[in-house]
């Protein structure tokens, strides 16, 4: 499966072009593991802040639970 653009959690969307490499349900979820590959620099970085969220995110999550 190719990947053509990416919608990151703040909805901006990042044109790359990315090869899923593995799929599974997780939880009520879908985890997946992608290759990216033509990543413009300053997508690399929209896409770096958007994962170092994300992670905050969960940290904060589990520390409620």
Known sequence: VEVEALE???HHAIACSAEIRH???TQGRVH???RFTQLAPQAE???LQAIV?????QLRKQSRD
């Open 8 to 10: 990151l959690p703040d």
């Open 23 to 25: 799929s599974h349900p």
């Open 32 to 34: 997946i593991g992608a």
């Open 45 to 47: 970085r929209q896409l």
């Open 53 to 57: 969220e994300l992670e905050r995110e």
